[in-house]
């Protein structure tokens, strides 16, 4: 019954962004036809609906196989610490098709929060394929450190295997945000970008706590995750709407509470704590710095 009226639901509000974006395009065209712009205002308008509509499709390919993978008992035990994702090639392409190419300006965003420069060392938790830590190695240099954890063998090896092709020094660890391999005051930079939205409540602050405890003093833990956009049109417009629409999934409730820390950080004892935000606000950034000298 209730998986009959979730499916009904979710048709629903398929349907609704298949016509949205048809009409966007359509209405596009007529607005660029008013101003006097020629006949080809109407190819305009229709390749970019086509174009949106792509991205929606690519989404939804992503997320049914996902679901399938699921369905079909590949779901990992590792699921009981978060939404674990196997389709590590799709993620890629879904990444770079919903920042509608924008890909490199949102990981050097993330990057600048957390100050990496030569010779850091980096820790990304729940690290995917591994875009962030390989945009990292520009930055650092061969006298970097850099360390990603995963759930996913497929994200981790596709990770792997892309540091490879370009030659950068990474190891990706498979293991889970809940308890990290390393010694205490590790890192200069830990990140966790797009992961907390995947983790269960209580994981959430266990993981957190744990990022806390490899973090160096004077270090940056930059948590990176979707929030209440301070503009729907330019959250549309930044290629960020359709991510936010498939973004159902959060294990710990709505995904755009994933950022909601209450007094933990504080509790955790971080010097300086700020709040940042990307692509019309829906993604959101918290950095939290701990006391003591900044990291040479
Ligand atoms: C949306 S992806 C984000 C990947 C990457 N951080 C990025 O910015 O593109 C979330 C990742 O977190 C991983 N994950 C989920 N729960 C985890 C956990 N408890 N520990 C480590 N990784 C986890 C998933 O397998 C998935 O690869």
Request: with cysteine; glycine share 14%; charged share 20%.
């Amino acid at each position: 019954m209730r998986t009959g009226r979730l499916k009904h639901a979710s048709l629903a509000r398929l349907t609704h962004l298949f016509l949205l974006l048809t009409l966007l395009g359509a209405g596009a065209a007529f607005v660029l036809r008013a101003h006097g712009v020629g006949w080809w205002a109407f190819p305009l308008g229709v390749a970019g609906a086509v174009a949106a509509h792509l991205v929606l499709v690519a989404g939804l390919f992503f997320v049914v196989r996902q679901r399938r993978a699921h369905v079909h008992g590949e779901r990992s035990d590792g699921d009981r610490d978060g939404l674990v994702l196997h389709g590590a090639r799709g993620y890629d392409w879904l990444v770079r098709a919903v920042t509608l190419g924008r890909e490199g300006k949102l990981r050097r965003w993330m990057l600048d929060l957390g100050e990496v420069r030569t010779g850091s060392s980096v820790l990304d938790v729940g690290s995917g394929t591994g875009t962030l830590l390989l945009a990292a190695a520009a930055r650092t240099g061969p006298g970097g450190v850099l360390h990603g954890i995963e759930l996913s063998p497929e994200m981790g090896a596709r990770a792997r295997e892309k540091a490879r092709r370009r030659g950068v020094a990474l190891t990706v660890t498979e293991g889970s945000a809940t308890s990290l391999p390393w010694p205490d005051a590790s890192f200069d930079a830990v990140f966790c970008t797009l992961v907390l939205h995947h983790l269960p409540t209580a994981v959430r602050e266990t993981a957190i706590r744990e990022m806390r405890r490899v973090l160096r003093q004077g270090g940056r833990m930059v948590l990176v995750d979707w929030q209440t956009p301070h503009s729907l049109l330019r959250t549309l417009f930044s290629g960020m709407g359709l991510v936010y629409f498939l973004h159902r999934h959060a294990p710990g409730g709505s995904p755009l509470e994933a950022l909601a820390t209450g007094t933990l950080l504080a509790d955790l004892g971080f010097a300086r704590v700020s709040r940042h935000a990307f692509g019309g606000g829906a993604l959101g950034a918290i950095v939290a710095q701990t006391g003591g000298p900044a990291p040479e």
